[in-house]
């Protein structure tokens, strides 16, 4: 290698047998005993119901009795913990690709990402 040549460095990029692509409907975390971070994503639904019970009339199902709680019940689906530096170089990133969508959907000239309800 020449002075004038920067040294160069492959980074190669691969996925753990525990690798898996979740829905996240946010994120729930907070400082570590060390000062570090951490985050949990969780999805978001509705409990379902323990039973329902139903009458048959004209052959027509009709609910006569529900038992359960009505709760919204949050799944952490996963949490991970960083380092400062780390939170750092993640906003950062984010920053970038948050403006990059920004302009995707400006120059789309839509006002709604898809995917997203109006």
Known sequence: MTS???PEVEIIFEKSPQYRVIHADGA???LTAQLGLHLGFYSEFRQPPESITYSLEKDQPIEKVRTG???VVRHVEVEVA???QTAQSLRDWLDTKLKEAERALNDSGTTVPPGASA
Request: no cysteine.
């Open 28 to 30: 729930w975390g907070g």
């Open 4 to 6: 004038d040549e920067s």
């Open 69 to 71: 709680r009505e709760a």
């Open 82 to 84: 960083f380092s400062l």
